[in-house]
């Protein structure tokens, strides 16, 4: 599954420029971090790659990136322990309008970056969404209310995101399927974008390309 698999390391001749990145971490969960940065060639075309970055300690089971304001329209990132050097990223939708646990979502275009995975009790996942400038389809599209589609304006100033968390012993579980357990942490942010753009012409055509290392 492409989603899991992770790209080989290249050696890249030069870099053209250093990301400006965007850090947000929870106040009550300091150890927990969410990173991101755009190709400003993604912010002119209105398309292309956007670049995350989470970071968590392993007392967390489970930690989760919601992109937009509401769980019932977001594209969720959710990230915990497949092994004891492994991470399992599960790109989730709600397929109920937010009311129970959200499902796996396999149309979801995300890749797991090289430098992912478990280091001295930290989880990270460098992650490249190819369609994460709106909600993901979801494989039984439930009756859409055209005023909740979600959109993310890659320059916004002041765009709409949410985290949670559950504090708990790793669950070692290579399954983006997995059943979860509800969080026991959560909060949202409002990011600035327009301080979150880079230009890389690597971006476009390595797909490996990690603006994170
Ligand atoms: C991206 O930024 C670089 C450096 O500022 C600039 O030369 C380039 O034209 C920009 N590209 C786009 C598509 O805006
Ligand atoms: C994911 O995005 C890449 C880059 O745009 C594209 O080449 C690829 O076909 C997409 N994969 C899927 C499954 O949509």
């Given at each position: 599954m492409y989603f899991s698999r992770l790209l080989p390391a290249v050696a890249l001749g030069s870099v053209l420029a250093t990301a400006d990145i965007v850090t947000y971490s929870p106040p009550t969960e300091p150890g927990l971090s969410?990173?991101?940065?755009?190709?400003?060639?993604?912010?002119?075309?209105?398309?292309?790659?956007i670049y995350l970055q989470i970071s968590a300690p392993t007392s967390l089971?489970?930690?989760?990136?919601?992109?937009?304001?509401?769980?019932?329209?977001?594209?969720?990132?959710i990230l915990w322990a497949a092994s004891s050097t492994e991470v399992t990223l599960s790109p989730r939708s709600s397929l109920d309008g937010g009311k129970s646990e959200p499902q796996y979502n396999s149309l979801a275009n995300v890749t797991l970056l090289t430098g992912s995975g478990i280091n001295n009790g930290v989880m990270t996942a460098n992650i490249r969404c190819d369609n994460c400038l709106s909600a993901w389809p979801t494989p039984a599209a439930p009756p859409s209310d055209p005023n909740s589609v979600y959109t993310l304006d890659p320059e916004g100033t002041s765009t709409p995101w949410f985290w949670a968390s559950f504090t708990g012993p790793s669950l070692n579980d290579p399954d983006p399927s997995a059943d979860l357990a509800m969080h026991d942490d959560l909060g949202s942010m409002q990011l600035d974008l327009s301080q979150a753009q880079f230009s890389a012409a690597e971006?476009?055509?390595d797909p490996s390309y990690n603006p994170f290392q």
């Open positions: 969410y990173s991101i940065t755009i190709p400003n060639t993604t912010t002119a075309a209105g398309s292309g790659p089971q489970w930690v989760s990136l919601g992109e937009g304001a509401q769980m019932a329209s977001a594209n969720l990132f971006a476009l055509t």
